[in-house]
Structure formats: structure tokens, C-alpha cells
């Protein structure tokens, strides 16, 4: 668990706020992902990045911002949120993008939106 | 489409009694299947993933999954379970071609409680 880093691991944020997701993966993987996890539901992924390129925007709406600056780092730039975005955000690495890379996922944020 | 079904959304189990967590799968072509287990208030740990060749996969902390294609199932077991394997597990599935559009799609997660 310690080879994806995350934080903070909690963040409580009022809807006019501006905060940002941080992950650090130490595995020297090529893709990078945000998902989201709510509770009774199936995990939702946001954007996958592959070699710093965003290669999937998961119909998110545009209050999440992604950003890759390299690859062993990601962001998640939030603005003006809402209740319902509530939620513990994943964030996750592979070596690539084939089939049979497994997914190493970090501790999570726990955001919640006031 | 792909899709994972877990049907129980709890597994209660004796420690020490054989345990299994059941996952069905639906997917193009040949299928790639993960188990994940999530901690509380932790991320998802990898426990084991079925590629291709044997289809009893060993995994971490014990815990053994049997890829089946006529059933199309990838049920999670261990032989005897420990108190602290209670968590959140989830199954996983991919079909057999790369890129971004291949997503992992994730079940639901069943909830294992073991008994002391």
C-alpha cells in the first residue's frame, strides 16, 4: 500500500472552496487513475492518465480538474462542489494500459462537502 | 458490456470454516479477473488475478480464487478463515484488450464477517 501515497486522507470542504487531491506513486508506472468511491455503489472511474496524456475523462463534470505533471505524480483540483460528491477518491497506478496490468490503489481522501 | 455481479452483499463465516466469496462476470473475448480487499478506512489491496493457464489462482494472505468459464465465476475462497480477513472484497474484471477504453469494472463488494 505504501507504493501509491495519497493525501490528505481527509478533507471537509464548504461548495465554495477550492482544494486540491494529491498522489504519489512510487511503483515507476506509466498510467495513473482517479476513481470514486460511494458508498453502495460500484467504483467509478473519473480520468486515466497514461505517460502524463489524459487518455480518459469518464463524463466528469468540470468541477474536477485533473492535472499529471509527471508520472509518478497526479492531482485533483476541486471547485465548487457539491453534497453529493461526498465520497472517498481512489487514486490508483498501473505499469500501463494492457489488459493484465493490475492496479495498485492508494489509502484514499475522505471528502466531504458541506 | 462488461459487467461483475456479487450476489451476496455479506459472507458471515466461523473462524476457522472454510470461507467463499462468489463473483460472476460477463465480458468479450477472454476475460482478466482481479480480487481486491479494502480494509476499513483503507484503499483496495490486490489479493490475486487470473490471466490465463491454471484456473485455481494463489493469492496473498492464503486466499485462493478458481476461474470458471463454463459458469462464467471467479468465486474468492480460502480454507480457513481468520478474524481478521473480515473486510470489504471486490471483484474485477477486464476484457482482453489494452487501452484507456478497457476499463476494470469493479462489482459491488461483499462484506466478509468472521466469526470468532
Known amino acids: 500500500e505504501t507504493g501509491v501515497t495519497q493525501t490528505p486522507r481527509h478533507l471537509v470542504m464548504g461548495m465554495t472552496n477550492k482544494k486540491s487531491l494529491k498522489c504519489e506513486q512510487h511503483?515507476?508506472?506509466?498510467?495513473m487513475y482517479w476513481y470514486k468511491q460511494s458508498a453502495k455503489k460500484p467504483l467509478e472511474l473519473m480520468f486515466v492518465?497514461?505517460?502524463?496524456?489524459?487518455?480518459e475523462n469518464n463524463s466528469v463534470p468540470s468541477r474536477f480538474s485533473p492535472e499529471c505533471p509527471n508520472s509518478s505524480h497526479l492531482f485533483l483540483h476541486l471547485h465548487t462542489l457539491q453534497p453529493e460528491d461526498s465520497a472517498l477518491y481512489l487514486c490508483?497506478?498501473?505499469?500501463?494500459?494492457?489488459?493484465?496490468?493490475?492496479?495498485?490503489f492508494g489509502p484514499g481522501t475522505r471528502l466531504t462537502v458541506l | 458490456a462488461q459487467s461483475v455481479a456479487q450476489p451476496e452483499d455479506q459472507v458471515n463465516v466461523a473462524e476457522g470454516n472454510p470461507l467463499t466469496v462468489k463473483c460472476t462476470y460477463s465480458v468479450s473475448g477472454n476475460p482478466y479477473l482481479f480480487w481486491y480487499v479494502q480494509y476499513p478506512n483503507r484503499g483496495l489491496q490486490f489479493l490475486l488475478k487470473?490471466?490465463?493457464?491454471?484456473?485455481l489462482v494463489k493469492g496473498s494472505y492464503g486466499f485462493e480464487a478458481e476461474f470458471n468459464k463454463s459458469q462464467t465465476s471467479f468465486h474468492l475462497k480460502k480454507p480457513s478463515a481468520l478474524v481478521s480477513d473480515s473486510a470489504l472484497y471486490f471483484c474485477?474484471?477486464?476484457?482482453?484488450?489494452?487501452?484507456?477504453?478497457?476499463?476494470?469494472?469493479f462489482g459491488t463488494g461483499t462484506l466478509l464477517a468472521v466469526q470468532p
Open positions: 492518465y497514461s505517460l502524463e496524456e489524459r487518455v
Open positions: 490508483a497506478s498501473s505499469q500501463g494500459l494492457a489488459g493484465t496490468d493490475t492496479q495498485y
Open positions: 474485477a474484471v477486464r476484457g482482453s484488450y489494452g487501452g484507456a477504453t478497457n476499463k476494470l469494472i
Open positions: 487470473y490471466i490465463t493457464g491454471d484456473n
Open positions: 511503483l515507476g508506472h506509466n498510467a
